[in-house]
């Protein structure tokens, strides 16, 4: 405004003497009002800009709860000696620390970060291009812009004190309880499993153990569900000397256990009803399996998605007291926390159904923008204590009919409301990608990826597959031992021989989730991968492993990564196949006999209706004739030592192809692999197919069918090992690592093997000359691998060479 008047009178002289000497006409020009109307617009967005970004920065102040008091204490009364203790020392540490404050204003997205020595750089460009040419599409609901949400955590203090008070207090926690977590970097769909923080450090689950520790999230094919991958952190640290840890973790076995709730309306004077008042918002109360409403019988979470803020309830995608219950064994969970053997409670996976007006956009992948998510999905827990009962004392009615023993009336009251999502901690933004297959394309048809994504699309709806055999595996480029005793680094090698192999037995596509992130910022086995565009898709995973101790030990092992890669491959990509073949790049399923290809023998066992195919498991021995056995640097002075690096132009098929026995072998680890239907199969373990659609058909749908409802579940019905004879063997080639070849003639680790046609039983005092020494054999090749595949595979890799 002073511009203006600036200009409309002479300096020095006034206003109404201008006017009064008829100079200036009293009556603005049309240009003077247009820039009056200007310069009036601008000032008024910059004062309620101004308005807008300070009631932001007011609501994000974080305050500090309160989670970490009750332990602080528990660090000064311990000795801090033992390494058990120093986890858990820093482990209560870390639930305390305070987040760094952060500016709040309105959210940029950062470009993604490029991988060091990779083509990332080009791949995104075709992934921005790609759907630069897609259209968002119609949706009923609002499509956000890419920068509107970006993913955070809201902590929640938790008094489990209040837990042994009956009926279960209502939690009185308000916002400014909470403590908030941004993730800022977590901003794109294509790289979403390598930015998730699931690491110690980020990880919101030591904060607030009931947010479940995730480590990936997609929508189904048919754009009806959100599936989340996560895994029990408390089993990481369940040593003896780990009792407060597990302690303050408890509310993270809860995650797996229903709970029933029921809508009610919270009226704007904060009264509760069950009415249907539209102007009310919706709450929830903890109820019974008879009040609950139809789809809260058995849920954990609620969903609440954005920006349409319409909420859904969330599903397990199975029930793990019930199949404790099928094992027959006491109890899911522990108080104590020694329950690690019960391997079916590592791996949480639940879902949150999709409403329906998002389902068509999030199928055909078009809420997604230049590889950022414009749909989101806030997840808010129910929070309840675990239950340590029986597996059957809350067992929902369409799985087992029987009384329950644990009652809710008396447990959690007839009126226990459950706090607004505000006043809530919860996960809130987490991104909605695309379905799998259009997320993680085949590298081969990436330059018509609009036509590929439309191909996917309508796969799905017609719920036809893709492949018959799919191999899903979670491997690296080097990695530690358990224990921490030896590091191993012959990823690459191992993977370029085993991939060769795989195409060579039949397999339609190889899925690598690449954990190489867990140990270096800049290994990668993305140049042997991209040597396979049309046969092998990588996940980059570098979620590290919890826990890398033995097994047998008192704070047993939790490789936490591998487990959830495990799921996550088989929900991800085990949908659009027949049948996935579960193993590691050191495991070679040979067919064996008249079969020369895998789809063959499976499609045998089709017609023996057999879901489960086991591949019996050995450590096999590397062969004494393919190395030097000269004394190595490394032996310390130890004369029988030597170096069992794999020799040049040799593959592990061959150096590694002497197992201790003749099949059939009796002498096998409890630690097989297989091939499995994955529609039969709910969850897999590593080495069993642990849960299945008939071990989790309730009672009530048993008797139904006409059948005999018994109690325990036995997996034998549709489950097979391989005739190692006539079908398939498993070579199972570990690498033997130098302070393994001390003394090896005794110890037996390097193989001696039994020439053809004779054994122990028919040559008992048979000897063989090595070194000038006379030794009695110790293994046995599979003829057919040194005959037929160890000729087959080195032309493989001589072709791959060229």
Excluded at 175 to 192: A, I, Q, T, W
Aim: net charge neutral; charged share 30%; with cysteine.
């Amino acid at each position: 405004m002073a511009f203006l008047s600036s200009r409309s009178r002479r300096p020095g002289v006034s206003r109404s003497a201008t006017s009064s000497r008829g100079t200036r006409s009293s009556t603005l020009s049309p240009i003077r009002v247009v820039l009056l109307i200007v310069v009036a617009s601008c000032l008024f967005f910059y004062f309620a800009a101004a308005v807008i970004i300070s009631r932001k920065a007011s609501a994000s102040v974080d305050v500090i709860g309160t989670t970490g008091g009750a332990t602080a204490a528990v660090v000064e009364q311990h000795n801090t000696g033992s390494h058990e203790q120093k986890i858990k020392n820093e482990f209560i540490r870390g639930s305390q620390k305070e987040e760094k404050e952060e500016e709040v204003d309105i959210p940029v997205i950062q470009s993604p970060k490029v991988e060091s020595g990779s083509d990332t750089t080009t791949t995104m460009t075709k992934e921005q291009s790609r759907h630069e040419h897609s259209s968002v599409g119609k949706t009923e609901a609002r499509i956000a812009s890419p920068t509107e949400y970006k993913l955070s955590a809201f902590i929640e203090p938790i008094n489990q004190e209040h837990w042994k008070v009956k009926p279960l207090p209502a939690r009185m926690t308000t916002s400014v309880d909470l403590k908030k977590m941004d993730f800022e970097n977590v901003n794109s769909c294509s790289r979403l499993p390598e930015q998730w923080p699931t690491s110690e450090e980020d990880s919101p689950t030591n904060k607030d153990p009931f947010l479940p520790w995730i480590h990936d999230v997609f929508p189904s094919a048919d754009g009806k569900y959100i599936q989340f991958i996560a895994q029990n952190k408390r089993r990481c640290q369940t040593g003896k000397l780990m009792g407060e840890v597990k302690k303050f973790m408890q509310p993270n076995v809860a995650l797996f256990q229903h709970v029933p709730v029921k809508r009610i309306k919270a009226d704007n004077d904060g009264d509760n009803n069950d009415g249907d008042d539209e102007s009310s918002s919706t709450q929830y109360r903890l109820a019974s399996h008879e009040e609950a409403d139809s789809d809260g019988v058995e849920t954990r979470f609620i969903c609440r998605f954005k920006p349409s803020m319409k909420e859904t309830l969330s599903v397990h995608n199975l029930n793990y007291d019930y199949h404790t219950m099928r094992k027959q064994y006491r109890a899911t969970f522990t108080e104590e926390g020694f329950d690690n053997h019960m391997i079916w409670s590592s791996q949480l996976i639940f879902k949150c159904p999709v409403p329906e007006s998002l389902q068509e956009s999030i199928r055909l992948g078009k809420t997604v923008v230049n590889d950022y998510a414009t749909q989101f999905v806030d997840l808010i827990p129910i929070r309840t204590p675990p239950r340590y009962g029986k597996p059957t004392e809350y067992l929902p009615p369409r799985l087992f009919k029987d009384d329950n023993t644990w009652k809710p009336d008396e447990e959690w009251g007839k009126s226990h409301i459950l706090p607004s999502i505000e006043n809530s901690g919860r996960w809130e933004n987490i991104p909605i990608c695309k379905p799998s297959l259009m997320q993680y394309p085949d590298e081969a048809v990436i330059e018509d990826l609009v036509k590929h994504d439309a191909e996917m699309a309508e796969l799905a709806q017609k719920n036809e597959k893709k492949n018959k055999l799919i191999a899903c595996t979670w491997t690296s480029s080097s990695f530690k031992t358990r224990g921490g005793r030896t590091e191993v680094s012959d990823g690459d090698t191992r993977l370029l021989q085993w991939l060769e192999f795989n195409k060579m037995v039949g397999v339609d596509h190889v899925y690598i989730y690449d954990n190489s992130g867990a140990f270096s910022d800049t290994a990668s086995l993305k140049p042997i991968t991209d040597r396979f565009p049309d046969f092998v898709t990588r996940i980059n995973w570098p979620a590290k492993v919890c826990n890398n101790n033995k097994g047998n030990g008192d704070n047993k092992g939790e490789r936490s990564s591998q487990y959830a890669a495990t799921m996550d491959c088989h929900l991800r990509f085990g949908a659009h196949s027949d049948w996935l073949a579960s193993y590691d790049t050191d495991e070679y399923m040979t067919p064996v006999g008249e079969y020369n290809d895998l789809k063959q023998l499976l499609t045998q066992k089709e017609k023996e209706d057999i879901k489960v195919l086991n591949w019996k498991s050995k450590r096999s021995r590397p062969r004494h004739q393919y190395f030097d056995r000269a004394l190595s640097d490394g032996c310390n002075n130890r004369k029988a030592c030597f170096n069992p690096a794999l020799p040049k132009d040799k593959t592990f098929l061959e150096v590694y192809n002497c197992n201790i026995e003749k099949p059939e072998r009796k002498n096998t680890m409890p630690a097989e692999k297989a091939i499995y239907r994955t529609d039969y199969v709910i969850l897999f373990f590593v080495h069993y197919a642990t849960i299945t659609t008939r071990s989790q058909m309730g009672k009530p749908e048993t008797e139904a069918k006409g059948r005999r409802f018994i109690t325990r579940y036995r997996p034998q019905t549709h489950s097979k090992f391989t005739n190692e004879e006539t079908e398939g063997t498993m070579l199972h080639s570990k690498a033997v690592v130098q302070n393994e070849t001390y003394q090896w003639m005794n110890t037996g680790k390097v193989g001696i093997e039994w020439p053809r046609g004779k054994d122990s039983a028919t040559d008992e005092d048979f000897k063989v000359q090595v070194d000038g020494e006379r030794y009695t054999p110790n293994c046995f090749p599979v003829e057919k691998i040194d005959d037929y595949w160890v000729p087959k595979l080195e032309e493989a890799l001589q072709i791959s060479k060229s």
